[in-house]
């Protein structure tokens, strides 16, 4: 029996981590660095940011002067600290809380000092963060649900374009907005069926039917907008947005309140799904037979585990979650349809849950970085940093890319993910 299986981690496995961990902590010195060198030293003193922390009438807060070289100076340091302390520590617990408070410093600072001399208003960046997330979380609950089962959700930016359509579209002929939420998961849960019929019933491999998926409802969706939306814009695509609901006295709490108790109901039903997922998956039957079909499905079977019902079902129910990420990008956000709106957030979602590991909590928490690197982005192009549009607008993907490729590490999806199922 290997050594993995008694529980004994081999050398090379805690060698690596031990390289993965310097590397990480080096690279946090290094922007610590950077931040102390360019934020810091190269700005005259006196020069502030005004911090506006709050817009809640209940408790107006003052909005403090923040000296930049000094604030900026501090963050610097801290994270430098912070880097020192990961490469220096032993043991691969608190790699990720310890990075995530590095980078957290590290951005505080680029924004302060990006802000130098005007006004920040940190609760509306924070509420944005919050906004730009909710597709994002949709789409990487979609992916958990599919790929615990054990089949690969490439098409979750095609589900995001059906139900952004669908949802726009119906919610303008109804005038019932609802009608459009609904509509926008049935167009997801329909595609999610088409990838469960061709992988499952045909062994179609996951990866080209969920790329075909996505060039379908990218095509679809383009032909029907020029076609059919366009010309009856006022009758076709001129739907309504769900109004914010405050929920009461929560909304009043000074910083949190307006940003979490004053959203549309995307976000509340993104947190209800988030939160019933998580404990579904983790401490219910249900989510012991999804995580068993996905890691073992000829166990399962033969103690009586039905594994492809389970994995019909739970493609079908991601493909629904998809769909209302779609929804939320129209009759959620702007108002309209419009081509390609979804602009690959389908694959940020995905990159998400890969970052997360699978598991929705963190696969959220993920979903919340690429949210604040958009809403970033948004920031200092109303602030006008000297960096090219075109450069603020690539913010999400780059963090994307650098998230799954430098800072996720080697992570094991679920056993049976992508294998195709037959009874013998």
Not at 104 to 118: E, K, T
Not at 278 to 294: M, N, P, S
Not at 295 to 319: M, Q, W
Not at 374 to 386: F, I, K, R, T
Request: hydrophobic share 55%; net charge neutral; charged share 10%.
């Amino acid at each position: 029996m290997s050594e993995m299986a008694w529980g004994v981690v081999p050398a090379a496995a805690t060698a690596g981590t031990d390289r993965r961990r310097r590397w990480l902590g080096g690279f946090l010195v290094a922007l610590g660095l950077l931040a102390g060198y360019a934020f810091a030293a190269h700005v005259p003193a006196g020069v502030v940011t005004h911090l506006d922390l709050n817009s809640a009438p209940a408790l107006p807060l003052p909005v403090p002067a923040v000296p930049v070289r000094e604030t900026t100076a501090v963050l610097a340091a801290i994270c430098v600290a912070l880097g020192l302390v990961l490469a220096l520590r032993r043991g691969a617990r608190g790699t990720y809380a310890l990075l995530a408070a590095g980078l957290v410093a590290f951005g505080l600072a680029f924004v302060i000092w990006a802000a130098r001399g005007a006004d920040l208003s940190l609760e509306g960046m924070l509420a944005s963060t919050l906004v730009d997330s909710v597709p994002l979380i949709f789409g990487s609950l979609s992916g958990v649900m599919c790929e615990r089962s054990g089949v690969i959700n490439i098409a979750i930016e095609g589900q995001f374009l059906a139900g952004a359509f669908l949802g726009a579209m119906i919610g303008s002929v109804s005038g019932n907005l609802w009608l459009g939420m609904l509509a926008g998961a049935a167009a997801g849960a329909l595609l999610g069926a088409m990838l469960a019929f061709l992988c499952l019933r045909y062994h179609a491999d996951q990866i080209i039917v969920g790329i075909v998926i996505v060039t379908f409802a990218t095509g679809l969706t383009a032909f029907l907008d020029l076609q059919v939306l366009t010309p009856n814009q006022a009758t076709l695509n001129s739907p309504q947005i769900f109004p914010n609901i405050a929920v009461p006295v929560l909304d009043r709490i000074p910083v949190l309140g307006p940003i979490l108790f004053d959203q549309n109901i995307f976000l509340y039903l993104a947190l209800a799904l988030l939160a019933i997922i998580q404990i579904g998956l983790f401490h219910t039957r249900w989510g012991l037979r999804v995580r068993a079909v996905g890691e073992h499905p000829r166990a399962a079977d033969t103690v009586g585990i039905s594994v492809l019902l389970i994995r019909y079902r739970n493609v079908i129910l991601g493909g629904a979650i998809g769909g209302l990420g779609g929804a939320a990008l129209s009759i959620g956000s702007t108002g309209e349809f419009t081509q390609d709106m979804s602009a690959g957030l389908g694959f940020v979602a995905l990159a998400a849950m890969i970052f997360g590991r699978w598991k929705p909590l963190w696969a959220a928490s993920a979903a919340l970085l690429f949210g604040f690197a958009d809403s970033l982005q948004s920031v200092l192009a109303v602030l006008n940093v000297p960096i090219p549009s075109p450069f603020l607008l690539m913010a999400p993907y780059v963090a994307t890319i650098i998230a799954v490729a430098g800072l996720v590490g080697r992570v094991r999806p679920p056993g049976a993910d992508g294998m195709p199922y037959r009874r013998e």
